[in-house]
């Protein structure tokens, strides 16, 4: 079982040569505390918002993850997400017409589904938590979201079901 480690070694390694999205600095001189990056997001299963372009939903998921990360990584603790592949609830189905090419159908046949590596160190460098996550909620459906107009709504929900239970009552660099 030597290659999971390995595999996921190589692929955080690659983070420098695949980085997409420019640093987004913290407070003056202060190293962030939550790094993301997309690792050949040409590549992922569905980006594309309703015009076709994959920038904005990427910056989107970014600042979201980001924003909502340090509110659960300590000052001084870094941690690096580096997402392998998203695909967004709902799909387009082109078989309904010309008039529904740019609606995205959203049903539970189509579930959002991220796939993430990531790394959580602490102030000294000292790797606490190193780990892959295949993030997908099947009942996206029948969970109520405040912001129903926000096209990433259930994508952002995901993000923070994976964050809560990832950090659920843990410290980070305590032993539990």
């Known amino acids: 079982m030597k290659a999971a480690p390995i595999l996921l070694t190589v692929a955080l390694a690659l983070v420098g040569a695949g980085r997409s999205g420019a640093y987004v600095p913290g407070p003056a001189g202060l190293a962030p505390r939550t790094t993301v990056y997309f690792l050949e997001p040409e590549t992922f299963t569905d980006l594309k918002d309703r015009d076709g372009r994959t920038e904005d939903v990427l910056a989107a998921l970014k600042k979201y993850l980001i924003e909502q990360a340090n509110r ?6 870094k941690f690096t997400v580096t997402v392998t592949d998203i695909d967004r609830a709902g799909a387009f189905e082109p078989w309904h017409g010309p008039e529904f090419d740019d609606i ?23 790797v ?3 780990a892959k996550r295949d993030l997908k909620d099947l ?3 029948t969970k109520f ?18 964050l809560r239970a990832e950090f659920r009552g843990k410290t980070p660099g305590k032993q539990q």
């Open 72 to 77: 659960y990584v300590p000052s001084g603790f």
């Open 104 to 126: 995205r159908i959203v049903k539970d046949l189509y579930p959002p589904h991220i796939k993430l590596i990531f790394r959580l160190t602490d102030a000294e460098g000292t």
């Open 128 to 130: 606490l938590v190193e």
């Open 139 to 141: 009942n996206f459906l």
């Open 145 to 162: 979201t405040l912001d129903r107009e926000d096209s990433l709504r259930y994508e952002k929900t995901l993000i923070d079901d994976w």
